[in-house]
Nanobody, 115 residues
Framework: QVQLVESGGGLVQPGGSLRLSCVAS????????MTWYRQAPGKERELVAT????????NYADSVKGRFTISRDNAKNTVYLQMNSLKPEDTAKYYC????????WGQGTQVIVSS
């Protein structure tokens, strides 16, 4: 059974950092484009960052450019999201998405940025 398991969320003060991880199982991870999405209460889910199958191509939402970095380790079936200079508006549930021939979602990890 395919699983995407996110971790690394939590409560952090504004200006702080977190690193999210998403471990995939039962997929040929190296073939999948991996994307982080987020959804804040009362808002639609939005794309945060995406990385191509080899890690050579990345794209970011304008709101996180220069602060977030997406990366992947295909040997570990893991995609990361390094989040720096966090702002209260980054508060959301963050979801991992895998897309190639099929699409899969994780259950999400909560990030709260608050003083």
């Amino acid at each position: 059974q395919v699983q995407l398991v996110e971790s690394g969320g939590g409560l952090v003060q504004p200006g702080g950092s977190l690193r999210l991880s998403c471990v995939a199982s039962e997929i040929t991870f190296s073939r999948y484009t991996m994307t982080w999405y987020r959804q804040a209460p009362g808002k639609e889910r939005e794309l945060v960052a995406t990385i191509g199958s080899t890690g050579g191509i990345t794209n970011y939402a304008d709101s996180v450019k220069g602060r977030f970095t997406i990366s992947r380790d295909n040997a570990k079936n893991t995609v990361y999201l390094q989040m720096n200079s966090l702002k209260p508006e980054d508060t959301a549930k963050y979801y991992c998405n895998a897309h190639w021939s099929r699409e899969f979602w994780g259950q999400g990890t909560q990030v709260i940025v608050s003083s």
